[in-house]
């Protein structure tokens, strides 16, 4: 296996990014768009990805790469910008999908958040979601001192027990789009 390696993502990153978003969201992008088709939501994604300016834009995308492909992505963004990284994502639903779609905050000011984490299906159980996350919490809590904030789905303890050994606490629970979430939070200090 080639050496992995994580970098800001590029704009011609998109496809991949936007799998990895689909993989992350799970069933949650169905909520966003109201319908089941994975290749409407796959194409709103991939626009969303291409386009600056939004939550799920290339800016805001730390990608693992093998040197042959991005095998993980991860989309982090400043909490405190949320509502405007959100609204071309609310715009373009009510223009695409016809839904008035006004989803829950899952993050503020004074966190980073990770909003998704994807792994190529191939690759997953190989440690490469650890690696990622391991990156971030250097990157934003040891080297910038930046809490760093997630949601987690209550009904994915596997996921949560990760974000525990990587040294994240609950610090309460939220909803996203009706979803009971979990939120959770590692701060500077915390060595994982």
């Known amino acids: ?9 590029r704009i011609d990153d998109y496809a991949c990014i936007a799998s990895h978003i689909m993989l992350a969201m799970n069933d949650l992008i169905y909520r966003f768009t109201g319908e089941n088709s994975r ?6 994604v991939e626009e969303l990805v ?3 300016g939004n939550q799920y834009s290339y800016e805001n995308c730390w990608v693992m790469h093998d040197g042959r492909q991005v095998v993980a992505t991860a989309v982090v963004y400043d909490g405190a910008r949320l509502a405007g990284l959100r609204e071309p994502v609310i715009r373009k639903i009510r223009e ?10 899952e993050t503020e000011a004074g966190e ?9 299906p191939d ?10 996350f391991r990156f971030l919490i250097d990157e934003y809590v040891h080297r910038r001192r930046q809490t760093l904030g997630l949601l987690v789905d209550e009904d994915n303890p596997g996921a949560r027990q990760l974000y525990l050994r990587l040294g994240f606490k609950v610090v309460d629970e939220r909803r996203l789009t009706g979803k009971k979430m979990v939120k959770m939070r590692v701060e500077p200090g915390v060595r994982s």
């Open 39 to 44: 290749e409407k939501a796959l194409a709103f």
């Open 96 to 105: 695409q999908f016809h839904r008035d779609f006004n989803p829950e905050d």
């Open 50 to 52: 291409r386009e600056p």
């Open 1 to 9: 296996m080639d050496e992995l390696r994580i970098r800001t993502a």
């Open 112 to 120: 980073v958040y990770i909003d998704c984490v994807g792994v190529n």
């Open 123 to 132: 690759r997953q159980g190989q440690g490469i979601g650890s690696k990622l």
